[in-house]
């Protein structure tokens, strides 16, 4: 695991926020520590120091992460970001972790009642067809 992943991740990290690549201060803080908190939790699963970690531990670290995913978005998760040995890197752990983060902010956005569920006519899809696009592509 290289410091020069952790960057490269956190600067996608950055331009995904407000699609324009800025930040304040506060902001730059919370995502930091939220790539560090990630880093952690990835090197507490690569026990043995390969710097990849198996699908079923990727799971386990998505949880630590706060997300909380049915089977078919793990299977789906796993089939986008482990390679041909069902292992994920770094990067691909962090990008996940990105897209998650961005849409789970997205949802949250739309569910203004916070029970889960968003309901959305057709002049509110078509009004937000980047942050639908973004919910649906995992
Ligand atoms: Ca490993």
Redesign the pocket.
Known sequence: MHFKSACKSFLILITQMDGKGRLNLQEFRHLWNKVKQWQGIFKC??????????SY?MRNAINDAGFRLNNQLYDIITMRYANENM?IDFDSFVSCLVRLEGMFRAFQAFDQGGDGTIRLDVLEVSGHQSIILRLCNV
């Open positions: 699963y690569d026990f043995d120091h390969t710097g990849t970690i198996s531990e292992n």
